[in-house]
């Protein structure tokens, strides 16, 4: 019973594997990406390694002066491909180019890794680790050497709506002469400011873990401009030695300024943009326009922080008296327990009523303990806890049983708990919850762009209520973080971004004699729904815990059979076949042995095409199935109609029996009557002779 109609499917296929992949030169110990870069995977380049990238020579195939290298990125945390395509579009000299970014078939770990490969920097690093000291630079060499070219950056970012995010001394080059600049290094192969110092951060993005501090802004830039002068004109780190909770603390209790200053000695010239940069408000932080009128040699007038509301009296806390909000937040987040004793018998917003005397802020708080029951997730007291300290400090990241996050950094996060294991579960109690939706509600403006970020997680929460298959946390992974490759276990390894590169991944994991059970798991199947939504409702109930063995298979075949259409995939061999062999529950379907074998025998002809049409025709033939039990039917009637012939007869039989052994009887009867009468005639005749 082979498929009618090929045509229709096999023409037009594409190659027989993923395209635009670097592939491995067997010759040599490299890799060529897009048919132009080549990769030396046996000259690392050791001095430009980040912490989530591995540096290696590249050249250009097409340019031989090109001086290239490129970054290996680390598994399980997604760099920013979204900024990739922006960013090949910058060309100045204050920035590293960009060239390209791909995934190849990376030699030294037998799988496919993302790399960015960048235009190698013809200078030094200013700093190799912020512990480093350096000859403090003169206010005219920071001027010329380091402002302007930022400026020039900054504004090149600004113009594509990019964020740098790790402007720091350890990513910025010097060039060698007399009349150097220096050059801001990349910005693409780790999550928007994963990889930058938290004293470069401002502060509420340094409140947040590395993976969890969102997109950024400009404003967030041009903070670590102002930090970087800093460093720069000292020759040295000015918290160096200190926590990062001491640097928070002290950014808390005496703002950016003060605290990272204190009372190392600047310039006066150098005092005002580091004053004006460091200023913790983004409304009042210096701009790009602000830097420029500066550095054109207009002085601007000082701009002085707005004051922290402070309570008349002190709230005692874990052995500290605190006066302001969001510092007394900052300590509740460390002591959990003591925070929720003051929370539940009332005692904080009594303070914020009496000595505070902010209404306003007594009244979000009293909202945040009220609405925690609406949510679910985790137990009653961490949600109330997690939303008291948004309202205590709305610009501060959600924290919440030991994580701390901007909504829009919670999709790193969650790649991030996924690849290593830990966190996951306070992640998804954070979106289950609903905490970021509290936390765009206590912001002191609503803005417009709260709308696509409430929608988001709104959408993630209800897949994360969903326990079938393509759904639950798996899904929310792939809905927060559009460029995750499939986290599959089978096919994690090669990294697949789209369906085409999943399907091939899974051909050559069906070659594999420690292959599971099944081909699809609950990644494969979020990462499926995430890129293509259209699958048959039918067939994610048939796979799911509830579904039984013929609807789970027909289910599976259901699937890779739309996923094949709709990327065209082709051939894919070892998978039909692997799936072929999955199908006795359908076979079994089929009441005639003979056609059984049949049904078997073209599947496994037909998974030699590697078209999953050709199996679905065979499975789902439902003509066949309907003329093989029309004929087990007439096939049972013929049994039944031969049963009751063979008993009428049986009956006949026994009917006649029984007639024969009567008539026996009778004629012995007689017989014998006739035998004792002539037996008894001859008595007599012979006594009367």
């Not at 013929?550 to 289910?555: A, D, P």
């Amino acid at each position: 019973m082979p498929p009618s109609d090929l045509s229709s499917f096999l023409d037009g296929a594409p190659g027989a594997g993923p395209q635009g992949r670097g592939a491995v030169d067997p010759a040599a110990a490299k890799v060529v990406l897009g048919k132009r870069y080549e990769i030396f995977a046996d000259q690392p380049l050791v001095q430009l390694n980040t912490a989530t990238a591995t540096a290696y020579r590249a050249a250009d195939k097409r340019d031989e002066r090109a001086d290239m290298f490129a970054y290996v990125c680390r598994p399980g945390l997604p760099p920013r491909s979204d900024i990739m395509g922006a960013l090949k579009g910058v060309e100045t000299p204050a920035l590293l180019r960009l060239r390209d970014a791909g995934v190849v078939d990376w030699p030294l770990n037998r799988a496919h890794r993302a790399v960015v490969l960048f235009d190698r920097p013809a200078g030094r690093r200013l700093m190799t680790t912020l512990d480093d000291r350096i000859e403090p630079m003169l206010d005219e060499a920071i001027t010329r050497q380091v402002m302007q070219p930022a400026l020039l950056a900054l504004k090149e970012l600004k113009a594509r709506r990019l964020f740098h995010g790790c402007i720091n001394p350890t990513n910025i080059f010097m060039r060698p002469g007399a009349n150097s600049t220096v050059v801001f290094g990349e910005c693409a192969s780790a999550p928007s400011g994963y990889c930058q110092p938290l004293v470069f951060e401002t502060l509420e993005r340094g409140m947040a873990m590395p993976s969890g501090r969102g997109p950024g802004s400009v404003a967030d830039d041009m903070y670590a401009l102002g930090v970087l002068i800093l460093f720069l004109a000292l020759g040295r780190n000015p918290v160096g030695g200190q926590s990062d909770e001491r640097v928070l603390q002290a950014k808390l209790d005496r703002g950016s300024y003060a605290a990272l200053v204190g009372d190392a000695r600047v310039s006066a010239m150098m005092t005002e943009p580091v004053r004006g940069l460091l200023l913790d408000d983004p409304g009042q932080r210096w701009s790009l326009a602000d830097l420029d009128l500066w550095l054109s040699g207009r002085r601007l007038s000082p701009k002085q922080p707005q004051p922290v509301r402070r309570a008349q009296r002190p709230l005692s806390f874990a052995g500290r008296d605190y006066v302001a909000a969001r510092s007394l937040a900052f300590a509740m987040e460390r002591s959990p327990i003591e925070a929720v004793r003051i929370i539940e018998n009332g005692e904080l917003e009594t303070w914020l009523r009496r000595s505070m005397e902010d209404e306003t802020l007594a009244d979000r708080v009293h909202e945040g303990t009220q609405s925690a029951s609406s949510g679910s997730g985790g137990t009653l007291s961490d949600r109330r806890l997690a939303r008291v300290l948004m309202a205590l400090d709305p610009t501060a990241p959600i924290r919440y049983r030991g994580i701390s996050v901007m909504p829009e950094g919670i999709g790193v996060a969650l790649a991030e708990a996924v690849s290593t294991g830990v966190h996951v579960q306070e992640v998804a109690e954070v979106i289950s919850a609903q905490l970021p939706i509290f936390w765009i509600s206590v912001q002191g403006v609503f803005s417009p762009e709260h709308v696509p970020i409430v929608k988001m997680f709104e959408t993630a929460r209800n897949y994360l209520e969903r326990i079938s298959p393509g759904f639950g946390i798996e899904r929310v992974l792939y809905h927060l973080n559009p460029g995750m490759p499939c986290m599959g276990a089978m096919v994690v390894d090669e990294y697949p971004q789209e369906l085409d590169d999943l399907l091939y991944a899974m051909e050559r994991a069906a070659e594999r004699p420690d292959r599971p059970t099944e081909p699809l798991d609950r990644h494969i199947m979020a990462f499926i729904l995430s890129r293509h939504g259209g699958i048959n409702e039918r067939s994610l109930l048939g796979i799911g815990p509830t579904g039984k063995p013929l609807e789970r298979v027909l289910g599976i075949l259901d699937i890779l059979f739309e996923i094949q259409r709709k990327s065209r995939a082709f051939p894919l061999p070892k998978l039909c076949g692997w799936v072929a062999t999955m199908m006795d529950p359908a076979i079994e379907r089929y009441r005639s042995g003979t056609l059984r074998d049949r049904v078997r025998d073209e599947l496994a002809k037909q998974a030699e095409t590697g078209a999953f049409k050709n199996l679905y025709v065979i499975v789902q033939n439902n003509n066949l199935v309907q003329r093989d039990g029309a004929a087990f039917d007439l096939a049972k009637r013929e049994y039944q109609l031969a049963r009751k012939v063979i008993q009428h007869r049986q009956r006949e039989l026994d009917q006649r029996e029984k007639f024969t052994t009567g008539i026996g009887r009778q004629v012995a009867a007689v017989v014998a009557c006739l035998l004792s009468a002539v037996i008894l005639a001859a008595i007599v005749v012979g006594g009367v002779a």
